[in-house]
Antibody
Framework: VQLVESGGGLAQPGKSVRLSCSASGFTYDDYAMHWVRQPPGKGLEWVSSISWNSARRDYVDSVKGRFTISRDNAKNSLFLDMTSLRAEDTALYYC??????????????WGRGTLVTVST | EIVMTQTPISLSVTPGQPASISCKSS???????????VFWYLQKPGQSPQLLIYEVSNRFSGVPDRFSGSGSGTEFTLKISRVEAEDVGVYYC?????????FGQGTRLEI
């Protein structure tokens, strides 16, 4: 299993960033996928999840209405569109695979992360 | 919203000695399907988190048998029978029963 994130960088408050994750080594369209973030020097926070068929999408309250998770099963890709960015969104964003085929039961494999820094 | 509380925040262990980390949830994590969705992860220095234990007590693929998980309801424990140098890092518990999924604040293990 390989998960490779991209798209991070420096963004100004109020601006937008799109994160991508390229997945390989497993049957991508059988699994829910997730984004988890980690502010510098701090702990882990679940951000968003999407079911295998995109029918269900969930978000932590602090990003609802600002972030949108999506996936392209034909391209084994996961995305996170982040708008109206705030300083508190600064974090390393991990792409994470669900442990169970067809369900949503926790995380097994993690990517290396992509860093988003929101600052003027 | 479920809150996961880990203790201790940090611990220093001599190689070969055991270690234990506690995780308490603010409500029962026993789901209606009979499973308890508690996970343990280790984040080694400079690395991404890696899954150690799923559903309280099941070791993930490739995880050494010196790691074990136990517990029920609201109290859970990760035990390392004999700590090795490669076990240093931050350990996190996580609940995946209800949204938002929640992590404990982490326990730093040092040698």
């Amino acid at each position: 299993v390989q998960l490779v994130e991209s798209g991070g960088g420096l963004a100004q408050p109020g601006k937008s960033v799109r994160l991508s994750c390229s997945a390989s080594g497993f049957t991508y369209d059988d699994y829910a996928m997730h984004w988890v973030r980690q502010p510098p020097g701090k702990g882990l926070e679940w951000v968003s999840s999407i079911s295998w068929n995109s029918a269900r999408r969930d978000y932590v309250d602090s990003v609802k209405g600002r972030f949108t998770i999506s996936r392209d099963n034909a391209k084994n890709s996961l995305f996170l569109d982040m708008t109206s960015l705030r300083a508190e969104d600064t974090a390393l964003y991990y792409c994470v695979k669900d442990r169970v085929e067809g369900g949503s039961a926790g995380f097994d494999y993690w990517g290396r992360g992509t860093l988003v820094t929101v600052s003027t | 919203e479920i809150v996961m509380t880990q203790t201790p925040i940090s611990l220093s262990v001599t190689p070969g000695q055991p270690a234990s980390i506690s995780c308490k949830s603010s409500q029962s994590l026993l789901y209606s399907d009979g499973k308890t969705y508690v996970f343990w992860y280790l984040q080694k220095p400079g690395q991404s988190p890696q899954l150690l234990i799923y559903e309280v007590s099941n070791r993930f693929s490739g995880v050494p048998d010196r790691f074990s998980g136990s517990g029920s309801g609201t109290e859970f424990t990760l035990k390392i029978s004999r700590v090795e140098a490669e076990d240093v890092g931050v350990y996190y518990c996580m609940q995946s029963m209800l949204l938002p999924r929640a992590f404990g604040q982490g326990t730093r293990l040092e040698i």
